[in-house]
């Protein structure tokens, strides 16, 4: 699995043009000691979060997880979360521009 893998033909202009206003997300979160996770959430509905979860850990050398994020009691009505161990906030930020799922200006990232 690669970025060429990914710019086949789900992953084409469409993202570039996509203008709902909606915004990636990426977030760090500190766990204990100097342990932290990389969230991603607001990846378009069309990419296959599997297959690009499966690409950044390949990529990245971590591991990682996709995680359905909902209210107490409710299925996966938030929508899906990336996980990923480590701080790859640039990191994920540079493939998604790369693979062109998003444009620079719909990717925000929060932290320190």
């Given at each position: 699995?690669?970025?060429e893998?990914?710019?086949?033909?789900g992953?084409?202009?469409d993202f570039q043009?996509n203008?709902?206003?909606d915004?990636v997300h990426?977030?760090?979160?500190?766990?204990?000691?100097?342990?932290?996770?990389?969230?991603?959430?607001?990846?378009?509905e069309?990419?296959d979060?599997k297959?690009i979860?499966?690409?950044f850990k390949?990529e990245?050398?971590c591991?990682?997880n996709?995680?359905d994020v909902g209210?107490?009691?409710?299925e996966s009505s938030?929508?899906s979360?990336l996980q990923?161990?480590?701080?790859?906030?640039n990191?994920v930020?540079?493939?998604?521009?790369k693979?062109?799922i998003?444009?620079?200006?719909q990717?925000?990232?929060?932290g320190?």
């Open positions: 699995m690669s970025l893998e990914l710019s086949s033909p992953f084409d202009d043009t203008d709902t206003g915004h990426i977030r760090i979160q500190q766990r204990n000691g100097r342990k932290c996770l990389t969230t991603v959430q607001g990846i378009p069309k990419a979060l297959k979860l499966k690409v390949k990245f050398c591991n990682g996709l995680a209210e107490e009691g409710e938030g929508g979360v990923l161990q480590g701080d790859q906030r990191n930020k540079t493939f998604l521009l693979a062109k998003v444009r620079e200006d990717i925000t990232i929060h320190y």
